[in-house]
């Protein structure tokens, strides 16, 4: 089945300092990954999708993501934190690559930006 | 932008009370959902809508709930008999088909029950 782990729940940095928050996924077949972000009391924002294109993808807001299929991973990544950054980050997978398919978030990690 | 709107923000209810979710998908979308968050959990799915009728359903979607699209614009979640543990952010979400699989979502209903 597919599943995505976020491996930390909480990240902190400094705003400045670069951004790592690391996804795996679990798929039976090859898979698209996103990752979304949801602002405190907001809904959840699409930052970027990997649909099997490129294996490195550029997002909103400075982010990125590289699709690496040896090691089951999209881990999301910024050169350089902002204070508006801060907010809880979803690796989400599609549990089939068809058309209406739902998706399979992970636990989701908080993301703290430090002046 | 087009956008996803969902009404109303926060619903305080009683247990064993009825509540409607109301969700405007964008516009020219065909492919409708409802996800569910429980405080401190993950994001959960719940059921897709397609051509009036649901496309599939998760094992926390029961008799309890329902759904509809009672006009052209509207897209209702309806919890029958709240208990408890229906607490949760509610989030609504539609996509294109004409444009891959990407799901826009609302900014979602937190739901109490008391």
């Known amino acids: 089945a597919q599943s995505v782990t976020q491996l930390d729940s909480h990240v902190s940095v400094s705003e400045g300092t670069p951004v790592l928050l690391r996804c795996n996924y679990s798929s039976s077949y090859s898979p698209s990954l996103f990752w979304y972000v949801q602002h405190p009391n907001k809904g959840l924002q699409l930052l970027l999708k990997y649909t099997s294109a490129a294996t490195l993808v550029k997002g909103i807001n400075g982010f990125e993501a590289e699709f690496k299929k040896s090691e089951t991973s999209f881990h999301l990544t910024k050169p350089s934190a902002h204070m508006s950054d801060a907010a809880e980050y979803f690796c989400?997978?599609?549990?089939?690559?068809?058309?209406?398919?739902?998706?399979?978030f992970g636990k989701g990690t908080r993301l703290s930006v430090i002046a | 932008e087009p956008e996803v709107t969902q009404t109303p923000s926060h619903q305080v209810t009683q247990m064993g009370q009825e509540v409607i979710l109301r969700c405007v998908p964008i516009?020219?979308?065909?492919?409708f959902y409802w996800y569910r968050q429980i405080l401190g959990q993950k994001v959960e799915f719940l059921v897709s809508f397609y051509n009036n009728e649901i496309s599939e359903k998760s094992e926390i979607f029961d008799d309890q709930f329902s759904v509809e699209r009672p006009d052209g614009s509207n897209f209702t979640l309806k919890i029958r008999s709240t208990k408890l543990e229906d607490s949760a952010m509610y989030f609504c979400?539609?996509?294109?088909?004409?444009?891959?699989?990407?799901?826009?979502f609302g900014p979602g209903t937190r739901l109490t029950v008391l």
């Open positions: 989400v997978v599609t549990l089939r690559n068809s058309g209406n398919t739902p998706l399979v």
């Open positions: 516009s020219n979308h065909l492919y």
């Open positions: 979400a539609s996509s294109d088909p004409n444009r891959g699989i990407e799901q826009f």
